[in-house]
């Protein structure tokens, strides 16, 4: 296991003007969703659904759309945080035109911009059924500044004022369906959106965001070698009721981060 509107992370912008996450800060991407840990090693090989692909969008228009209607079902049908179980009409109509709107904004193909280090993989079997998807780019990293209340309070947050920006490769938009869990799938996703980021971009370092309450995306991201850089506090989230409301919830971002290129060892350096 990256918008921008008055300090917006992770979510479609223009649902709040964002579709997964908003927060006080300024930053682009979605939420990872809560896949399962996957199976390691040769339970993961042996369930691996037949044909498993990984490829780019490369900005196809229709290969985004399809990935936008997965993601609303794979990601926002029973969001972590008690979200609806099952989306109401209204609901899936709303989140589906966001996101598709979403992933055309940031990965589609952009004229006059020679510029593709952002890119949206898509997992595909052999009938060519979307089971997974995972978004990469280029994108601007900015540290919170912590408060006086804060460190009273022991949070883990970043310590004194506000570091400055810098470009860096941010992965987002994890997602894996729900009947292709627990294969290997998620693993897979992270692995090739940091290769691109490595051997085609030239970075060697990759960086996310994630719900601190989504237990299972942060287990999966520490197990994949990420760890975590600061937290934010101030965070909002996107929420679908069982009401088939659209609310913001209270929440709390988690900044990871992990070396690229360093191996097994590279997983349990500092950074």
């Avoid at 840990?37 to 490369?58: D, K, N, Q, V, Y």
């Avoid at 988690?254 to 360093?262: N, W």
Wanted: glycine letters at 10%.
């Amino acid at each position: 296991m990256t918008t921008s509107v008055s300090r917006c992370h992770l979510l479609i912008p223009s649902i709040l003007s964002l579709l997964l996450l908003v927060t006080t800060r300024t930053a682009t991407g979605f939420n990872a969703p809560p896949p399962a840990a996957p199976l390691l090693g040769i339970g993961a090989i042996l369930f691996r659904p037949r044909g498993t692909t990984i490829r780019p969008s490369e900005g196809d228009k229709q290969v985004l759309a399809d990935a936008g209607k997965f993601f609303v079902d794979a990601f926002w049908t029973n969001k972590v945080g008690g979200g609806a179980k099952t989306l109401s009409g209204s609901q899936t109509m709303s989140l589906t035109r966001q996101q598709v709107r979403e992933f055309d904004r940031r990965y589609g193909l952009r004229l006059g911009s020679a510029d593709r280090r952002a890119e949206l993989l898509i997992c595909t079997n052999s009938d060519d059924d979307v089971m997974g998807c995972v978004g990469i780019e280029v994108d601007t990293i900015r540290r919170p500044a912590a408060s006086d209340d804060d460190q009273s309070l022991g949070r883990q947050v970043a310590v004194g004022r506000r570091s400055p920006s810098f470009a860096a490769p941010l992965m987002s938009n994890l997602a894996v369906g729900r009947r292709w869990r627990r294969k290997g799938l998620a693993e897979d996703l992270v692995a090739k959106a940091e290769e691109l980021a490595r051997k085609q971009w030239g970075y060697d370092e990759c960086y996310l965001y994630v719900e601190k309450q989504n237990v299972a995306a942060v287990k999966l991201y520490k197990k994949l070698g990420y760890r975590v850089v600061w937290e934010d506090g101030d965070a909002k989230t996107l929420l679908p009721t069982e009401g088939g409301q659209l609310i913001n919830a209270d929440t709390v971002i988690v900044c990871m981060k992990k070396r690229l290129g360093a191996g097994v060892l590279g997983r349990f350096l500092p950074f």
